[in-house]
């Protein structure tokens, strides 16, 4: 789906999606009134220059220029150490173009998990740029030490740079990283807190929560004798940190059962509050202090507007990352009957925080928000084109961080405020009404054009709630955080947009998006998919089950390797370090356990939404490979019966991928053969037709088999 960028070791490992990306500080030197210390320099190496150019100046400025996708160079080795408290690596730049990727490794050895990532932005003047690495470099700066400064994988990146060096802290930097102790402390206090509510088995409880046109029903089921009141939390509110309710309703008191008639909208400000939004919790009030007798409750029962049909995909061959601009050919849509998409959408590029000759207003509860009408207009034609071939679309949410959204003020609301510099994309923030606000206003513009029942501008059917989110590091970022707090944002984004999504179609769902880690991964800043599945699934038992799914990504344990028969950290329990195409059934199986089940009745669904097998190159033998690692993981996943969807990436090799052949075509500007069908276009094409067992017949040999019921696993999975 995104570019993905080499980080020259072999696995997941090597690409952003699963970047080593640590605690960092990014400070431009033109903010700071205080001037730094001048430091130790360091200076670069002119050999062992890899896929680039170095040159030095007289004026003692280096220039360096890339020359192919995997560039690095090294520094000399110290001649002296690098003292404890000279812990900000700073240097000064010149760069007319933004490098996405910085990697820094504090050597020896070579180690992702002695390194740093980063990134450089736009500098048509002499800017300088600072790391507070000090977690980094506990044990090392010794005399004879190095750095390796990594550029990402663009050739033909121009930089200068100069006086690179460490040095102590300002003022500043030093108060920065006190803060983020306090944090550290903070979230410790707030885990304990929610670990404690969740946990708790309160006396009295919500039963169930409806939404429906005007009024919104609370039932609620209580003991007698305490002075008990239904409190309303919006969803911006944290449960553990509320000492006191702005709306809460005094319960029958003598009453065990009730139901609860709330107006659905209030006013609030220059705009209506839809309650839709809201949870609903019981307090007990004893003199001036409350104290929660339940669990918060999200709305159980959404009056959608329409009634629209349960529409599902007619075969499980899919498209990752469609847009009707692209490269690729369209028909090929129809050439693979192709009957589910994902496509991305930016929705910091939609909403504009003022009016302007590029926008349309679209009233949201009272009050105009302006949507970019570029934007619209090319998903229009994307969703068009879908919706004429009534194929399934699942639209993958991301958040631009501030820094990269050209509304600064939208960037500013949408960005989450615990966000670091070091993630690609950002966590919603649900931590402020204003927050939730835009947030909530954008998504009902995009539902509500998007499930209408004449399909005039198309259709998205569902949500996946941004990307690979184990990986929030990179892809969901909200800072340095314990699972368990970052699960708690996370699921009131994907409340906000199921809840609106279902005021429209009743049928919606929103997906956790999941890379193939599972009980383990190689970066410390990672989750565990298997612990953040059993966190949501906690919340959906305390706070009210909803309907979500799983957006799960089974690439091969590495990315440039398509024989996935071979991956080393695969075993068939629920306790497997990795899932890919040759455990997927681990995934199958933990959704066929009963405590898994939306409403203790129904199977999740699962959608691979982003995976595809790699060609090291083109020569016959690599790509007769990848097709071969294509047929091996459609056997894997044809007959998994919650498997409902295999959206395949990439379309198209694409040159930002960090040197992956992924797609079923060759590179657009291939000299040979542009945008050229590969083997594995044709396995594609013939899976799940009667042309399968003639077009799959080649793959044997290559993966070692007689008979393809040799690779589907049948036993126990515990």
């Given at each position: 789906?995104?570019?993905r960028?080499?980080?020259?070791?072999?696995?997941?490992?090597?690409?952003?999606?699963?970047?080593?990306?640590?605690?960092?500080?990014?400070?431009?030197?033109?903010?700071?009134?205080?001037?730094p210390?001048?430091?130790?320099?360091?200076?670069?190496?002119?050999?062992?220059?890899?896929?680039?150019?170095?040159?030095?100046?007289?004026?003692?400025?280096?220039?360096?220029?890339t020359?192919?996708?995997?560039?690095?160079?090294?520094?000399?080795?110290?001649?002296?150490?690098?003292?404890?408290?000279?812990?900000?690596?700073?240097?000064?730049?010149?760069?007319?173009?933004?490098?996405?990727?910085?990697?820094?490794?504090?050597?020896?050895?070579?180690?992702?998990?002695?390194?740093?990532?980063?990134?450089?932005?736009v500098?048509e003047?002499?800017?300088?740029?600072?790391?507070?690495?000090?977690?980094?470099?506990?044990?090392?700066?010794?005399?004879?030490?190095?750095i390796?400064?990594?550029?990402?994988?663009?050739?033909?990146?121009?930089?200068?740079?100069?006086n690179?060096?460490?040095?102590?802290?300002?003022?500043?930097?030093?108060?920065?990283?006190?803060?983020?102790?306090?944090?550290?402390?903070?979230?410790?206090?707030?885990?304990?807190?929610?670990?404690?509510?969740?946990?708790?088995?309160?006396?009295?409880?919500?039963?169930?929560?409806?939404?429906?046109?005007?009024?919104?029903?609370?039932?609620?089921?209580?003991?007698?004798?305490?002075?008990?009141?239904?409190?309303?939390?919006?969803?911006?509110?944290?449960?553990?940190?509320?000492?006191?309710?702005?709306?809460?309703?005094?319960?029958?008191?003598?009453?065990?059962?009730?139901?609860?008639?709330?107006?659905?909208?209030?006013?609030?400000?220059?705009?209506?509050?839809?309650?839709?939004?809201?949870k609903?919790?019981?307090?007990?009030?004893?003199?001036?202090?409350?104290?929660?007798?339940?669990?918060?409750?999200?709305?159980?029962?959404?009056?959608?507007?329409?009634?629209?049909?349960?529409?599902?995909?007619?075969?499980?061959?899919?498209?990752?990352?469609?847009?009707?601009?692209?490269?690729?050919?369209?028909?090929d849509?129809?050439?693979?009957?192709?009957s589910?998409?994902?496509?991305?959408?930016?929705?910091?590029?939609?909403?504009?925080?003022?009016?302007?000759?590029?926008?349309?207003?679209?009233?949201?509860?009272?009050?105009?928000?302006?949507?970019?009408?570029?934007?619209?207009?090319?998903?229009d034609?994307?969703?068009?084109?879908?919706a004429?071939?009534?194929?399934?679309?699942?639209?993958?949410?991301?958040?631009?961080?501030?820094?990269?959204?050209?509304?600064?003020?939208?960037?500013?609301?949408?960005?989450?405020?615990?966000f670091?510099?070091?993630?690609?994309?950002?966590?919603?923030?649900?931590?402020?009404?204003?927050?939730?606000?835009?947030?909530?206003?954008?998504?009902?513009?995009?539902?509500a054009?998007?499930?209408?029942?004449?399909?005039?501008?198309?259709?998205?059917?569902?949500?996946?709630?941004?990307?690979?989110?184990?990986?929030?590091?990179?892809?969901?970022?909200?800072?340095?955080?314990?699972?368990?707090?970052?699960?708690?944002?996370?699921?009131?984004?994907?409340?906000?947009?199921?809840?609106?999504?279902?005021?429209?179609?009743?049928?919606?769902?929103?997906?956790?998006?999941?890379?193939?880690?599972w009980?383990?991964?190689?970066?410390?800043?990672?989750?565990?998919?298997?612990?953040?599945?059993?966190?949501?699934?906690?919340?959906?038992?305390?706070?009210?089950?909803?309907?979500?799914?799983?957006?799960?990504?089974?690439?091969?344990e590495?990315?440039?390797?398509?024989?996935?028969?071979?991956?080393?950290?695969?075993?068939?329990?629920?306790?497997?370090?990795?899932?890919?195409?040759?455990?997927?059934?681990?995934?199958?199986?933990?959704?066929?356990?009963?405590?898994?089940?939306?409403?203790?009745?129904?199977?999740?669904?699962?959608?691979?939404?982003?995976?595809?097998?790699?060609?090291?190159?083109?020569?016959?033998?690599?790509?007769?490979?990848?097709?071969?690692?294509m047929?091996?993981?459609?056997?894997?996943?044809?007959?998994?019966?919650n498997?409902?969807?295999?959206?395949?990436?990439?379309?198209?090799?694409?040159?930002?991928?960090?040197?992956?052949?992924?797609?079923?075509r060759?590179?657009?500007?291939?000299?040979t053969?542009?945008?050229?069908k590969?083997?594995?276009?044709?396995?594609?094409?013939?899976?799940?037709?009667?042309?399968?067992?003639?077009?799959?017949?080649?793959?044997?040999?290559?993966?070692?088999?007689?008979?393809?019921?040799?690779?589907?696993?049948?036993?126990?999975?515990?």
């Amino acid at each position: 789906m995104q570019s993905r960028i080499n980080m020259k070791q072999n696995g997941r490992f090597i690409f952003i999606f699963s970047l080593a990306i640590f605690q960092m500080l990014f400070i431009s030197a033109s903010a700071q009134i205080e001037q730094p210390s001048k430091g130790i320099r360091i200076f670069l190496k002119n050999d062992e220059l890899h896929e680039l150019a170095l040159e030095l100046q007289a004026n003692g400025e280096y220039k360096i220029s890339t020359t192919g996708t995997d560039p690095y160079l090294f520094t000399e080795e110290f001649t002296e150490p690098i003292p404890a408290d000279h812990y900000i690596l700073s240097f000064e730049y010149f760069c007319p173009t933004w490098l996405d990727h910085l990697q820094i490794f504090f050597a020896a050895p070579v180690d992702e998990n002695k390194s740093i990532h980063t990134e450089l932005g736009v500098s048509e003047g002499w800017t300088t740029f600072s790391l507070d690495v000090k977690d980094q470099i506990k044990g090392w700066g010794k005399k004879g030490d190095y750095i390796r400064f990594d550029f990402g994988s663009a050739p033909n990146y121009r930089m200068q740079v100069r006086n690179i060096v460490f040095r102590q802290p300002t003022t500043k930097e030093s108060a920065t990283a006190a803060s983020r102790e306090k944090n550290k402390v903070k979230n410790a206090r707030m885990v304990t807190q929610l670990e404690n509510y969740l946990n708790e088995n309160y006396p009295d409880s919500i039963t169930d929560v409806a939404v429906e046109e005007k009024k919104v029903l609370v039932k609620t089921k209580t003991h007698p004798g305490k002075n008990l009141y239904l409190a309303e939390l919006p969803l911006y509110k944290d449960i553990t940190e509320m000492h006191m309710f702005d709306h809460i309703i005094m319960l029958p008191p003598g009453k065990k059962d009730a139901t609860t008639s709330i107006e659905r909208f209030v006013r609030s400000g220059d705009k209506n509050y839809d309650r839709l939004l809201s949870k609903w919790v019981i307090v007990e009030i004893r003199g001036n202090k409350y104290s929660l007798a339940s669990h918060a409750r999200y709305p159980d029962k959404i009056k959608s507007l329409y009634d629209l049909p349960d529409e599902k995909p007619w075969n499980k061959k899919g498209i990752g990352g469609f847009s009707a601009g692209g490269k690729a050919p369209a028909y090929d849509l129809d050439s693979l009957n192709i009957s589910s998409v994902t496509i991305n959408i930016w929705i910091t590029r939609f909403i504009h925080a003022v009016a302007s000759e590029t926008t349309m207003p679209y009233n949201f509860n009272g009050k105009n928000y302006f949507i970019d009408r570029k934007a619209v207009e090319g998903l229009d034609k994307t969703l068009q084109l879908t919706a004429t071939r009534q194929i399934i679309v699942s639209a993958i949410i991301l958040i631009g961080k501030a820094s990269t959204v050209q509304d600064k003020e939208i960037g500013r609301i949408f960005e989450h405020p615990d966000f670091d510099p070091a993630g690609i994309y950002s966590m919603a923030n649900v931590t402020s009404a204003e927050g939730v606000e835009y947030y909530a206003a954008i998504m009902d513009f995009l539902a509500a054009r998007y499930s209408r029942p004449d399909k005039k501008y198309g259709r998205i059917h569902h949500w996946i709630m941004h990307n690979e989110v184990d990986a929030g590091w990179v892809w969901t970022n909200m800072g340095e955080k314990p699972p368990l707090l970052f699960m708690d944002d996370y699921i009131k984004s994907m409340r906000l947009v199921y809840n609106i999504a279902r005021k429209y179609n009743h049928h919606s769902k929103v997906f956790i998006s999941l890379t193939h880690y599972w009980t383990w991964t190689a970066d410390r800043h990672f989750y565990h998919p298997k612990e953040l599945l059993e966190i949501l699934l906690q919340y959906s038992k305390a706070e009210g089950d909803f309907d979500w799914a799983i957006a799960q990504h089974p690439y091969p344990e590495s990315l440039f390797e398509p024989k996935s028969w071979l991956d080393k950290k695969c075993d068939f329990t629920f306790n497997s370090p990795l899932i890919t195409y040759k455990n997927i059934e681990v995934l199958n199986a933990w959704v066929n356990q009963p405590a898994t089940f939306y409403l203790g009745k129904l199977k999740r669904v699962i959608h691979l939404s982003e995976q595809g097998v790699n060609s090291l190159d083109y020569s016959e033998k690599n790509l007769q490979e990848q097709a071969a690692g294509m047929a091996y993981a459609w056997k894997k996943i044809k007959n998994l019966e919650n498997i409902e969807a295999f959206q395949y990436h990439n379309w198209m090799d694409n040159r930002g991928e960090g040197g992956l052949r992924i797609g079923l075509r060759r590179f657009p500007d291939d000299e040979t053969d542009p945008a050229g069908k590969k083997p594995v276009w044709n396995v594609y094409r013939d899976m799940g037709t009667d042309r399968e067992e003639q077009a799959f017949e080649f793959a044997k040999k290559i993966i070692g088999i007689d008979n393809w019921d040799e690779v589907i696993y049948k036993g126990e999975i515990d």
